[in-house]
């Protein structure tokens, strides 16, 4: 078993630590990040990009939640008072960085990377899977994660095009008196054209089309130009994200797989389910999926052999993020219990099945095909389709 690696400690505010341990990625390449914004109306997109960078001594580390505004939309989201809980959230998480080189500089790749589009879940934003999305970059891919501007984020922004005016998007809750489904229906239509738009972006760029990233310019875009491979891309999402990768498929034929963390499945209409083309890699968590929600997925991977499910034993929905990561009581009971599995081992099992999956379907020339057996839920914690045992929702 690969050793736990120690934890780091970072200071809140009002003098006490709080033990974070986001991990590094264990792959070959050290891995950097840049926010991207595109556009000056919600039209436009948001992401943060994760890469393979140049090393660069003494390189600066974003902070894991980069806003005070997503401290108070978390506790929007979690039904909870700002007066109170967002200040908590401050203390708690808020000096706390990720291990990545912030605008490092781009490392050069003639064969070029693969790229990720990444849908986050229910109430998350851009920087909340910040673990699993920089261990993928440090394999080889360049990794987008998406912050999604309808209403399903705790909170977002974008700029209009006045000087440094900035609108907030904030957190929605089904409204009373409308369906749950045709709500969420509408807006993971949404989340996945936002997804195809992102694959737009990298597009341009690639055709050497100048684009404009309004936040700052100390990540060059024009960098990505020749190092991006437009024809290995798939799309990778949690929870609500997981679903929004699956329809995503529907919508973009570029895409060439899919791979779903927990997939929340309700949203999606039974007309398309015939209609997804390419295959899923379901990695659900022990505690969360329902049968209805299993019966989906079964219904897809009935129709393609290459559309695997597995479940990693021990782990709960807030495995798959980096909350998983945070060990502090505190913090913990606000988001659910983490779980009996190790986190660290949660990622592992992740990232690598992920990675096999992908070699698979990307046509990778890596040896990720070494954890192929993870895409058929053998190894240790690990079991095919999904255990007997489920909780409800």
């Known amino acids: 078993a690969d050793p736990v690696p120690p934890p780091r400690f ?17 792959g070959p390449h050290q891995v950097g990040c840049a926010d991207v914004m595109v ?12 890469y393979p960078c140049l090393p660069r001594a003494g390189a600066e580390r974003p902070l894991w939640i980069p806003r005070y505004e997503y401290c108070r939309g978390l506790a929007d989201f979690t039904h909870r008072s700002r007066r109170w809980c967002a200040p908590l959230f401050s203390i708690a998480i808020g000096s706390c960085k ?12 003639s064969s070029r990377y693969p790229l990720i589009i990444f849908s986050h879940g229910l109430g998350a934003f851009r920087t909340l899977y910040s673990s699993v999305c920089s261990e993928l970059a440090s394999w080889g891919f360049a990794v987008a994660a998406l912050e999604h501007r309808d209403h399903s984020a705790s909170a977002t922004y974008f700029c209009k095009a006045e000087a440094g005016r900035e609108e907030w998007i904030p957190y929605q809750r089904v409204p009373r008196g409308q369906k749950e489904f045709y709500f969420r229906n509408k807006q993971v239509h ?3 054209e936002e997804c195809v738009r992102a694959l737009r972006l990298f597009e341009d760029i690639s055709s050497g089309k100048s684009v404009l990233n309004i936040l700052h ?17 798939a799309v990778m999402g949690h929870s609500f994200g997981g679903v929004t990768a699956v329809l995503a498929l529907v919508k973009e034929p570029s895409f060439r797989c899919a791979v779903a963390l927990d997939a929340w499945m309700f949203p999606l209409e039974n ?16 505690k969360f999926q329902t049968p209805e929600s299993i019966a989906k997925m079964k219904r897809l991977s009935s ?22 990561f945070l060990t502090g009581k505190l913090v913990n009971r606000f988001f659910g219990l983490r779980g009996t599995l190790d986190p660290y081992k949660g990622l592992d099992i992740t990232s690598r099945a992920a990675l096999a999956f992908l070699q698979r379907h990307l046509n990778l020339e890596e040896e990720f095909d070494q954890w192929d057996n993870l895409l058929e839920g053998i190894g240790d914690s690990v079991v095919p389709e999904a255990p007997f045992r489920r909780s409800k929702l």
């Open 303 to 324: 129709r393609n052999s290459q559309t695997k499910i597995i479940t990693i034993l021990g782990s709960v929905h807030q495995s798959q993020t980096d909350f998983t």
């Open 190 to 192: 949404q989340r996945a």
């Open 271 to 286: 007309a398309l389910y015939p209609e997804v083309p390419k295959p899923v890699l379901f990695i659900n968590t022990e």
């Open 217 to 233: 310019q100390d990540f060059d875009l024009s960098v990505l130009k020749d190092s991006v491979d437009l024809t290995k891309v």
């Open 98 to 109: 990720v291990p990545v080189s912030w605008n490092g500089p781009f490392k050069p790749c």
């Open 10 to 26: 970072c200071r809140g505010s009002m003098g006490g630590t709080q033990s974070l341990a986001l991990p590094p990625g264990k």
């Open 39 to 50: 556009g000056h109306t919600r039209q436009g997109l948001f992401l943060r990009l994760f």
